[in-house]
Every structure is written in C-alpha cells, then in structure tokens.
C-alpha cells in the first residue's frame, strides 16, 4: 500500500498525518483529501533534477489535472510556471497567484474571446494548433507574441503501449511527416507582431516506458536540424507531460526524478550530436504532479449480491466525482479506512450512485467484508478527477480538503444544492 505519502498507522488509513476516519466524521463523505506536502515534493523534484542536469528550463504544472486557485498558490513559490488550455483555467491560474510570464496557452481550438483576453493579460506563449490561432492572435497582438507550434512527431504512448507511426490520425498538432508543421512555421514569417519561439509536443498520458520520450526527442530533433537548414531557429522545445503515477498495485512508474534525468540527458546527447543550439526545454507534467496526492473517501451504503454473480457495494460518490473508470475503464484500488490492514476475504464491485449501469468505480476487488457505514479510500485520486467532476443527477461535487502535518481545511468549498442551481433561470419571454 503505497501510494503518494499515506500511511497505515494501527490500521488506520492517515495522510498528510490525518486520519482518514477523522476526516469523514469532520467534513462528510464524499470528498476529496489533498495532500499538499506530496505534490509539493513531486514538483520540487521536477525543478531540482532540472537545475542540476538542464538549468535552461521551466516546469509548467498542466492545469487540467486538477485546477483551483490552491494549487497554484502552492506551486508558484515552487518556481513552477502552468499550462493552461480554456479562458477558465486561465483565469484560476492567474487569481491563483501564478505569474502570466510563466503561462502556456494550449488548445486546439480557442476561442476568439480566448486569444484575446489571454493576450490582454500578458501570457507568455501560444502553443499554436491552428493557422486560424495566428489569424486571432495577429488581430490582438500589440506587440509580438510569443508562440510555439504544436507538432506531432508521429509517437503515440499510453502506459506501457506506444506507436510509431508515419501519419497519427489525431486533431492536436501539425505532422512533422506530412510537412504541414514547417508549412505553418514558415507562414509565421507573414506576421509582423508574431514571434515564432519553438515547437510542443505531447505523446500521450500515463506513460511508464522511457523510451516513448526519447523517439520523440529523436523525432524532433531531426525535425529542428531540418528547420535551421531553411534558416528557423528554435529556442524553446516543450515536451509536455504524460509522466505516469501509480493507481494499482503492479503499476510500476520511474520517480519523476527518474523521468526527468533520462529526458534531460537524452536531449543533451541528441543535440550535441546533431550540432544543434540547446533549446529552453519545458515539460508539462500534470498527472504526476497531483494524482498520488489525493484520495477520496465514501460511505458505503447499499450492498447487494447477485447470487452466482457479484457483490455491489454502492458508494455516496460516482462518475460525477470519477468519471474516468467509464470513460477509459480506468483501474483503481479502495481500502477501508479504519481496517486499513485487514486481509481481504470478500470480493465485491464498487458501485456509483448514478442512474447508469456503467457507473462503477472499480470492477472487482477484494477487500474485507464490508458493512454498511464502512469509509473506503480510493488511492491516487488527485489527478482528472475534481478537474472533470460534473453535477450529473444533480448531485453536488465534492469539496477537496488540503492536508497537511495532521491539520486540515478547505481548498475547495462544498458546493450546495443551492449552488447547483444558482443559474439556473426563468424563462420569460
Ligand atoms: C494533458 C497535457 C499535459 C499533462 O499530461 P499529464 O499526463 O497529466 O502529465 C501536458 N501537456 C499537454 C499539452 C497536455 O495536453
């Protein structure tokens, strides 16, 4: 059981040094537990393997695997900058107190009011996925903006899968292939009030396997000689993130140490050997950075046997707090908080509370019997699940809760049923 930085202390599930059981008595279940310490320690690894092995670098937290203004407030004195991909994420990372001089814009399709707010408020660079982007960002552009072109190096990864190919069929990026990235880097030349800086890239998420980074960097690197010999330098290269973390006992990742040190030096080595300017290198983690940070607790209610079957064990949660077990089949592992230790002798499906079949959670585990009233901890929680939580069934999103040192509070309020239908309005014609 080793996930993030929790603990089994006499049997009892604890993380940033509070007791799970503590927790849901004190601010209810569902909800989502934080552990600041961990993510800040993930992020503070990013940042010191990188000043040691590549120090023309910035670490930019990916926005989307978990947004409010708690997190920035937590990695920007880290040194962190963000990447962000919507006016809304852009707009929490800003009041979050993250710096627009340290902020990507990614997005294959922003919005005309996008570019233009993003503009109005000095962030950094564009990661360009469009040649209508250049069209918005020349119209509001007051002086040149700073912009990296989203390339696909043609190397797709998924945890311990990867592709190779030619042609990926994908709506992110310009093929490097095809020519249609040096087409659209050479078009940036038309505008006087943008500035072209590097090239992005992102090959997948939850990737165990290093050698995906380095055929991207391979990739890349032949593609960035192809560009100085048509006379385009390329100062900055973003890697992006797909870092993977641990969700399941025998989901073995590198330490984020691990990933950086091999990208690093492999980068190191690629350009010195093709003759190539060094670039600022900036990687994007997300999912590593806050996944094993969190955990959510729920109340186990209904359980049901289907005889001959399987055992469901319904939840106070559901796809509306963890939509990603429906969406991709995503696995996890639960504990009961306050037996934390116990040895399994049940099997049981965790079921959702939502009105669809497909609301599972997690999909056969064994666990010790279970009684109505249990807390069950499902591990590694702090990434894509606050971030993609929806008020499906009307049922309100869990706060998040930040721990740390055995204190507790707050880092997302609990939404009311007021708040779920504050907008909603009369119609009057
Ligand atoms: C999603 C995404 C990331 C973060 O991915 P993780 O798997 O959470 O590390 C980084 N960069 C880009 C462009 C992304 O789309």
Redesign the pocket.
């Known amino acids: 059981m080793e996930f993030g930085n929790t603990k089994i202390k006499k049997h009892r599930l604890t993380i940033g040094g509070c007791d799970c059981l503590e927790l849901a008595q004190k601010y209810g279940t569902p909800l989502y537990v934080f552990d600041v310490d961990y993510a800040a320690s993930v992020a503070k690894a990013y940042v010191d393997v990188l000043k040691r092995e590549y120090p023309d670098f910035t670490v930019c937290y ?1 926005s ?2 978990f947004c409010c203004t708690g997190i920035y407030e937590l990695l920007a004195p880290l040194g962190l900058g963000a ?1 962000v ?1 919507s006016g809304g994420e852009l707009y929490t990372a800003l009041r979050g107190g993250m710096s627009a001089d340290k902020i990507y814009f ?1 997005g294959n399709n922003k919005t005309e009011a996008e570019v233009k707010y993003a503009i109005e408020n000095g962030v950094e660079c564009f ?1 360009v996925d469009s040649e209508r982007e250049l069209t918005l960002i020349s119209r509001y552009a007051k002086k040149p903006q700073n912009v990296l072109v ?1 390339v696909n190096p043609g190397v797709e990864a998924h945890t311990h899968r990867f592709i190779q190919t030619t042609l990926v069929d994908s709506k ?1 990026g310009f093929s490097i292939a095809d020519g249609s990235a040096e087409e659209i880097i050479i078009s940036i030349s038309k505008y006087n009030n943008i500035n072209f800086c590097g090239l ?1 890239c ?1 090959i ?4 165990f396997e290093k050698q995906s980074f380095e055929i991207a960097i391979d990739k890349v690197t032949d593609f960035i000689v192809k560009l100085n010999k048509s006379g385009i330098n390329v100062e900055r290269l973003d890697l ?4 993977g973390i641990k969700y399941v006992e025998g989901d073995s990742p590198l330490t984020p140490k691990e990933y950086m040190q091999n990208t690093a030096r492999y980068l190191k080595n690629a350009v010195k050997e093709k003759g190539i300017a060094p670039p600022r290198l900036i990687v ?5 950075i806050v996944g094993e940070a969190g955990i959510t607790l729920y109340t186990v209610g209904a359980i049901k046997t289907i005889k001959d079957v399987k055992t469901y064990a319904a939840v106070d949660g559901g796809m509306f707090d963890n939509p990603r077990p429906s969406l991709y089949d995503a696995a996890y592992t639960a504990v009961v908080v306050d037996r934390a230790d116990e040895i399994a002798t049940d099997k049981y499906s965790i079921a959702g509370k939502c009105c669809e079949s497909g609301d599972v959670l997690i999909d056969g585990i064994e666990l010790p019997h279970l009684l109505e009233g249990d807390i069950l901890a499902v591990m590694s929680t702090g ?2 699940h606050y971030s993609m939580a929806s008020n499906y069934n009307r049922n309100a999103v869990p706060p998040v809760v930040a721990v740390k040192d055995g204190k507790s509070c707050y880092m997302v309020k609990p939404q009311t049923y007021e708040d779920i239908a504050r907008n909603d309005a009369k119609i009057e014609f």
Do not use: L, M, N, W
């Open positions: 990916a989307k695997a990447d991909v990614h990661v989203r992110f992005a992102h997948g998420s939850q990737i992006g993130g797909g870092y994007e983690p997300g999912r590593s990434a894509y």
